[in-house]
């Protein structure tokens, strides 16, 4: 008999495994049978625990923060340093390599893959800037988010998955310094 806790390490090494196949490879270029030989399983066991493709993408990148429980910082205070603190905020995610391989994971695949698209606009539209659309009191607060996050996700497409230089390695506060003036216009001017 397999012990409970050794089923929950094999899912875990599977989990992982997908996390890292579709960070690096994207939706398209990734298969069952290359996450199972990353994980060192069979096949069979990534679709016991799975079922589709999909549905592995789907665990893979569950993103394992909550923006709710950072907005408040990110939105609360001087108005004026909004910028600042969401581009230092969305940096920060980024920069950590745990939350990092889910987000490449989403970035890479949410252009040739529709579900992964479907994830993307959902973390960033109903999690993040419908969240910073209500607290705006600008006019058009969404259309002014969702630039805000064009602006940032272009930034990541750039410095995360092309790896563009000098950007990919330039210093988180430098892109903030830079970034932090755009993204107050979009979000704090009337």
Known sequence: MVL????????????????????????????????????????ALVHHYFGTKDEVFA??????????????????GDPDGLGERLARFFLSVWEDPGTRTPLLAILRSAVTHEAAANVLRD???????????????????????????SHMLGIAMLRYVVRAEPLASADPEDIVAMVAPTLQRYLGEG
Do not use: C, H, Q
């Not at 890292?20 to 490879?25: D, I, L």
């Open 4 to 43: 409970p806790a050794v089923l929950g390490e094999l899912r875990t090494r599977i989990l992982e495994a997908a996390r890292t196949e579709f960070a690096e490879r994207g939706y398209d270029k990734t298969s069952i049978r290359g996450i199972a030989k990353a994980a060192g399983v069979d096949a």
């Open 59 to 76: 665990a893979a990148v569950e993103v394992t923060f909550e923006p709710a429980l950072v907005l408040p910082a990110v939105l609360g």
């Open 123 to 149: 973390f960033v539209l109903r999690r993040l800037l419908e969240r910073i659309a209500a607290e705006l009191d600008v006019p058009d607060p969404t259309l002014r988010a969702e630039l805000a996050a």
